[in-house]
């Protein structure tokens, strides 16, 4: 078990630039979260994937975000036309998918929008 | 639609004096509930997790938290605290498992320990 792990783990960039970060969950777990968190406040959801399948978006994943996990293992979060407002910590969590068992963590990926 | 409130923004204690983190969560059935703690520059950590077995749940590093339906709180305590629980905390309740299971963070508390 070697953890959820993301990577860049910082990445700044001009405004309008497309970014793309990537998430590695642990080892035969099923499901896997995005959330973004900003200074100050809890993290939010953004989306998950029970296997390869993407089965909830929020609707702060606007238009210029898009997440894939194309074979049920790592995922990847592009954001087109970075703008400020997405400056955040990016994380991504991994669970097993039985019942309500635990979501495991990445250190995440923060983002600078210049 | 499920939800959490953290009581206080900021929490500063002594150290060896007890730890008394507040939440109170909104839950239309019987809700799953967890306390994260974040370290600077460090991944989140589940401290411990309540899903409708014992109310009074133990986790790590001495922490444990009490759910009280009558009150609909999951309050976080600690009896004697050490610098190293300088943090910032999440009081979370996470959706239905065949709603996702998303999870629902609180505002967050730092605790901040004076020495």
């Known amino acids: 078990d070697t953890g959820v792990s993301q990577d860049p783990r910082h990445k700044i960039t001009k405004r309008g630039q497309n970014v793309t970060f990537r998430c590695d969950p642990i080892?035969?777990?099923?499901?896997l979260y995005w959330y973004r968190q900003t200074l100050g406040q809890g993290p939010e959801f953004l989306t998950y994937?029970?296997?390869?399948?993407?089965?909830?978006k929020s609707r702060l994943l606007s238009d210029r975000f898009s997440a894939e996990r194309p074979k049920g293992s790592f995922s990847t979060l592009e954001i087109q036309r970075t703008e400020q407002g997405d400056s955040a910590m990016y994380l991504c969590?991994?669970?097993?998918?039985?019942?309500?068992?635990?979501?495991?963590f990445g250190p995440g990926t923060r983002l600078t929008v210049l | 639609a499920q939800s959490v409130t953290q009581l206080d923004s900021h929490v500063s204690v002594s150290e060896g004096t007890p730890v008394l983190l507040r939440c109170n969560y909104s839950s239309s059935y019987s809700p799953s509930l967890f306390w994260y703690v974040q370290h600077p520059n460090k991944g989140l950590q589940l401290l411990l997790k309540?899903?409708?077995?014992?109310?009074l749940v133990k986790g790590i590093n001495g922490f444990e938290a009490e759910f009280k339906k009558s009150e609909t709180s999951f309050h976080l305590t600690k009896p004697s605290a050490h610098m190293s629980d300088a943090a910032e905390y999440f009081c979370v309740v996470s959706a239905l498992y065949n709603q996702g299971g998303k999870l629902i963070f609180g505002q967050g508390t730092e605790l901040s320990v004076k020495p």
């Open positions: 969590a991994s669970s097993k998918g039985l019942g309500q068992d635990t979501q495991y």
């Open positions: 309540y899903t409708s077995a014992a109310t």
């Open positions: 994937f029970q296997n390869e399948a993407q089965l909830e």
């Open positions: 080892s035969e777990h099923n499901r």
